[in-house]
């Protein structure tokens, strides 16, 4: 799995949108850039994934750079809920038995 | 949406108990997963599971075991408990599709254990 680099913490303004850079310059093309979060005492939470195209979902949006070495995860109208530790991910879809390794992360906080 | 219940939040057992831990998702997956976090270390897996009786050991199986004889069910059990197998517990379940697991695992809400 390539490896990547995220900004140990950021503070967000409740209701503004946040931008979460994450650095994965050696990544290779099948490899897939992964979004999860992990609000404190909690379980791991699947956010969103992509290949090459900017994705949205419900909970966010997903840009890839046109190089895929970099990528920026946004929440669009933080809240308090969103206070979290967001870790990205590089790896490539295969067959049963993947791990997940999560790196430092980035801790979020939403501020009122 | 895709639902993984682990069976207790907390839990506090002496240490030499047996302990099983169960979790349960209700999505159909082929893939189960326990890991273990602690701080400054990350996740870490014990087991895996990519069918009904099928195991496999993961980076830190020892002290542990697993059995899954339904499909939804995957279960951990620590043989004779320790004070370093105090940690949350984490139970996570994905899917294969057409022979590729899409990395989307989808975890429980975790087991605080405390061996004492």
């Known amino acids: 799995d390539a490896k990547t680099t995220q900004p140990p913490s950021m503070d967000c303004a409740e209701g503004r949108a946040a931008n979460l850079p994450c650095n994965h310059s050696t990544i290779s093309g099948n490899e897939y850039v992964y979004w999860y979060r992990q609000i404190h005492s909690q379980g791991p939470q699947y956010i969103i994934h992509?290949?090459?195209n900017n994705e949205t979902n419900e909970m966010a949006s997903l840009i890839i750079t046109e190089d895929r070495k970099s990528s920026t995860l946004i929440l669009p109208h933080a809240t308090l809920r969103d206070t979290a530790v967001y870790y990205c991910?590089?790896?490539?879809?295969?067959?049963?038995?993947?791990?997940?390794?999560f790196g430092g992360g980035t801790r979020v906080l939403v501020k009122p | 949406d895709v639902k993984v219940t682990q069976s207790s939040r907390y839990l506090v057992k002496r240490t030499g108990e047996k302990v099983f831990l169960e979790c349960v998702q209700d999505m159909d997956h082929e893939n189960m997963f326990w890991y273990r976090q602690d701080p400054g270390l990350g996740l870490r897996l014990i087991y895996f599971s990519y069918d009904v009786k099928m195991k496999e050991k993961g980076d830190i199986p020892e002290g542990y075991s697993v059995s899954r004889e339904k499909k939804e069910r995957f279960s951990l059990i620590l043989e004779s408990a320790s004070t370093n197998q105090t940690s949350m517990y984490l139970c996570?379940?994905?899917?294969?599709?057409?022979?590729?697991?899409?990395?989307?695992?989808?975890f429980g809400a975790g087991t605080r254990l405390s061996v004492l």
């Open positions: 992509g290949l090459k």
């Open positions: 996570a379940s994905s899917l294969t599709s057409g022979g590729l697991a899409k990395n989307i695992q989808y």
């Open positions: 991910i590089v790896r490539v879809a295969k067959a049963a038995g993947n791990k997940l390794t």
